[in-house]
């Protein structure tokens, strides 16, 4: 698939791709604040000073990352933007390259964006499925019956597969949605990613 080609990623890849995102988001975000306020605030000692570098190596490294792991679930290639380095002073050049500020903005973004991808998609693939299934596995909850919200007064009882088949229904339902819905995030991310980890604009 082309870089500008409207981004068509698989149920399988999306699913895999977003749920990994929460982990994605919560390391990157913690790690880039971690080691840039550490650098800002030992800057004046120069002590600061490898440890932005290690923020910028690190930033970048993980934005290579994030587009091969992009490439390979969701079927989206992200070119790299970076312009080619000088010979001298190639720590100078990549702290004044925009593109390093656009992977740190991905980075703190994805914490965010992670936990809300995160929490759709195991939300509707968990109640849809468990829904689904629920024909099956009915007896071998407690007591033998499924008495749905039971606040001492059931509101509905399953005592047998037919009784759960409405629900079964229900769930199909969730999962047709829930397939729409991740493959839905899986494209919205590719443009998300597009937009902080690609060429800009005006340089494509």
């Known amino acids: 698939m082309t870089s500008s080609a409207a981004p068509r990623p698989s149920v399988a890849g999306s699913l895999g791709f977003l749920v990994m995102n929460l982990a994605v988001g919560i390391a990157g975000f913690v790690g880039l604040v971690v080691l840039t306020a550490v650098g800002l605030g030992t800057a004046v000692i120069w002590v600061g000073v490898p440890v932005l570098v290690l923020a910028v190596l690190c930033?970048?490294?993980g934005a290579r990352l994030e587009r091969a792991r992009i490439?390979?679930?969701l079927d989206a290639d992200i070119p790299a933007p970076y312009p080619r380095l000088p010979e001298e002073k190639r720590f100078r050049a990549r702290f004044k390259d925009v593109n390093t500020y656009r992977d740190a903005l991905y980075f703190l973004l994805m914490l965010p964006v992670g936990i809300f991808?995160?929490?759709v998609v195991v939300v509707l693939w968990s109640v849809g499925l468990g829904l689904l299934a629920l024909p099956v596995y009915y007896r071998w909850l407690p007591g033998g019956v499924y008495r749905g919200f039971d606040w001492g007064h059931p509101q509905f009882v399953v005592a047998s597969a037919v009784d759960a088949l409405p629900f079964a229904l229900v769930g199909v339902v969730l999962v047709a949605v829930a397939v729409l819905v991740t493959r839905g995030l899986?494209?919205?991310?590719?443009?998300f990613a597009r937009a902080l980890l690609g060429p800009a604009r005006d340089e494509s």
């Open 59 to 61: 930033s970048r490294g």
């Open 71 to 73: 490439y390979a679930m």
């Open 117 to 119: 991808e995160f929490v």
């Open 186 to 191: 899986g494209a919205a991310h590719v443009r």
